[in-house]
């Protein structure tokens, strides 16, 4: 073999394996970034889910006699508030997400206290469409929790795999950054409560 050979076979040798750790980094980045994505929206629809049933249940109270319009106002503007904020998964920054967290929480706090408010009318608390709403409205708090569970079980993979060393390196070269996690806010681990006490006479 000729000398000249050794280190042509050498730089090939290593030229393909550089191409098969660029070509695995990249490939498995992008899957893993798909699941971000997949979580980010299953997120989001468990958000606007909720959104739209508050929609309904603030029109059914708005049938209610001399129900307090500052009530139904916060509500009204925290819910328009929590729609507009939207985030691109694919770039999501920790101050975007905790924007988002907050005008979520915004609207998480006024619903409280509009269904703290529906304890002075008992006919509200009577009509059966409201109480659809409200036991519609658990399950889905039940469902957003788990929706900020499994993001969070998504990104974490996706972050160690762009954060180790030498991947690290690649992820500088691609753009690739880290992601934020889902930080539920206090007492977001609790659903609210919208259970109420039909056996006490008014």
């Known amino acids: 073999m000729k000398k000249w050979l050794i280190p042509v076979i050498i730089l090939a040798v290593i030229a393909f394996a550089g191409y098969s750790w660029v070509k695995g980094f990249y490939n498995t980045t992008i899957q893993l970034n798909?699941?971000?994505s997949e979580?980010?929206?299953?997120?989001?629809?468990?958000?606007?889910?909720?959104n739209d049933l508050i929609g309904n249940l603030v029109n059914t109270v708005k049938g209610a006699a001399d129900f307090e319009r500052e009530t139904l106002t916060q509500v009204i503007e925290a819910r328009a508030?929590?729609?507009?904020v939207q985030i691109d998964p694919t770039n999501i920054t920790p101050e975007q997400l905790t924007q988002?967290?907050?005008a979520q929480g915004g609207l998480s706090g006024a619903l409280k206290s509009?269904?703290?408010?529906?304890?002075?009318?008992?006919?509200?608390?009577?009509?059966?469409?409201?109480?659809?709403?409200?036991?519609?409205?658990?399950s889905t708090e039940n469902q957003i929790l788990t929706a900020r569970t499994r993001f969070n079980e998504a990104t974490k993979p996706y972050n160690n795999h762009v954060k180790r060393f030498p991947n690290s390196i690649l992820a500088g070269i691609f753009n690739?950054?880290?992601k934020p996690y889902f930080d539920a806010e206090a007492g977001a681990e609790?659903?609210?409560?919208?259970?109420?006490d039909f056996g006490k006479k008014e």
Request: proline fraction near 4%; charged fraction near 25%; hydrophobic fraction near 35%.
């Open 34 to 36: 798909e699941s971000v």
């Open 39 to 50: 979580s980010w929206g299953n997120v989001q629809t468990a958000y606007q889910r909720r």
């Open 81 to 84: 508030k929590a729609t507009s």
């Open 100 to 102: 988002f967290n907050q």
């Open 114 to 138: 509009l269904l703290v408010t529906v304890e002075r009318y008992p006919d509200l608390k009577a009509n059966q469409n409201f109480l659809k709403l409200q036991d519609e409205l658990a």
């Open 176 to 178: 690739f950054e880290g």
């Open 190 to 196: 609790n659903a609210p409560e919208v259970k109420f």
